[in-house]
């Protein structure tokens, strides 16, 4: 299993949001972004700054996917 980030992206493009703008709006690098795009690992800590950022819970942004 693998976690993807497609409800993530669904929510910027819904609030007309760049991966810059969360980026800053969470306060995390635009390299974080960068592997969150190409589907890599990130910590707890990263997904809840952009969980508060965005007024959303885990399961908003994210889910478990089999490959």
Do not use: P
């Not at 980030?5 to 819904?14: F, N, R, T």
């Not at 795009?37 to 089999?66: T, W």
């Amino acid at each position: 299993m693998v976690i993807s980030y497609q409800k993530l992206w669904k929510i910027l493009e819904a609030r007309k949001m760049t991966k810059k703008d969360l980026a800053r709006r969470a306060g995390i690098s635009d390299s974080t972004i960068r592997v969150m795009s190409r589907g890599g690992n990130v910590s707890l800590e990263v997904l809840g700054k952009i969980c508060a950022a965005l007024h959303a819970d885990l399961g908003d942004i994210a889910q478990f996917v089999e490959v």
